[in-house]
Structure formats: C-alpha cells, structure tokens
C-alpha cells in the first residue's frame, strides 16, 4: 500500500474513531468546551511530538506565512468541534456525524471554483451523491419534531 492509501486509511479510521468518542462524550454527558480544549491540546501534542521526531522543525524552520493558515485552521476546528459536542445534546449523532462529513463537498466545491481544478465524472458523481444524501437526510428529519432530549436534562445530572 503506497502512503497516499495508507494515510487515507489512516485517516479513515482517525475520524471513525473520533465519531465514537464524541458519542461518549454525549453518553457521559460531558461539557462541550473542555471536551474540546482537551481534544485540541492532544492535537497539538501529538502534532509537536510528529514534526520534532521528524526534525523538520529543526531543519527547516517554518515560513512565518504558516501562520496565515494555521492560526485560522486551528481556529475554525476547535469552534466546529465544541458547536458539534454541543449540538449533539439536541440532536442525533448518527445525522449530525454524517452532515458534518457530508460538509466535504463545500471545499471541493470551493476549489474547483477558485482553483480550477478539473471537474471528472467521478467527482461529479461524488458531489451528486452529496447532493442526494443531504436531501435523504432532510426527508428523514422532516417527519421528526422537536429534539431528542432538551438541554434541561443534563441540569441535573453530575457533569463529568
């Protein structure tokens, strides 16, 4: 298997993982914002720990541009990440973890658009398939109202 593949696979399981973990952190009613500090402090450990066993660091220091992207990725993860946790006290996993990986297709989107990057069938199908999952997705929902507990019930309980 070449790396493309194997971190792709790797990814793969990563997310399907993390999907696990943010039910527990539901289940056990955990409070979203120190759910997410604690997952972005990992993060950036485990980052560090990656980059300095690899000494591109210490070889090549980083552009100072780096920060353009990063300090705003850094950002726009750790926010999606807490209003997903906390979503998830009004909704169903299973429909908030597929939109949430549904959402791909708007940076495709983006960069066939601002990039010019070729538009294949196969990524035409993939986004026609987006297209049809999130209409599924809403006629599964319009014949549910209301959410599946209220935020009220978790007052009670010990947060852990």
Request: charged fraction near 10%.
């Amino acid at each position: 298997m070449t790396n493309p593949y194997l971190y792709a696979v790797i990814a793969l399981f990563s997310l399907a993982a993390m999907g696990i973990v943010h039910k527990l952190g539901d289940r056990y009613r955990t409070e979203p914002l120190p759910l997410t500090l604690y997952a972005m402090i990992t993060a950036g450990v485990l980052s560090s720990i990656r980059a300095l066993g690899t000494h591109t660091l210490v070889s090549h220091p980083p552009p100072p541009q780096i920060l353009l992207v990063a300090l705003p990725f850094g950002a726009s993860a750790a926010l999606g990440l807490w209003l997903f946790q906390k979503g998830l006290r009004y909704g169903h996993i299973a429909t908030s973890w597929l939109l949430v990986n549904l959402s791909a297709g708007i940076p495709t989107v983006l960069s066939i658009v601002f990039y010019h990057e070729h538009l294949g069938w196969k990524k035409s199908s993939i986004l026609l398939l987006i297209v049809i999952s999130l209409l599924l997705l809403w006629w599964d929902r319009r014949g549910q109202t209301g959410p599946t507990r209220d935020a009220s019930s978790y007052a009670s309980t010990e947060v852990v």
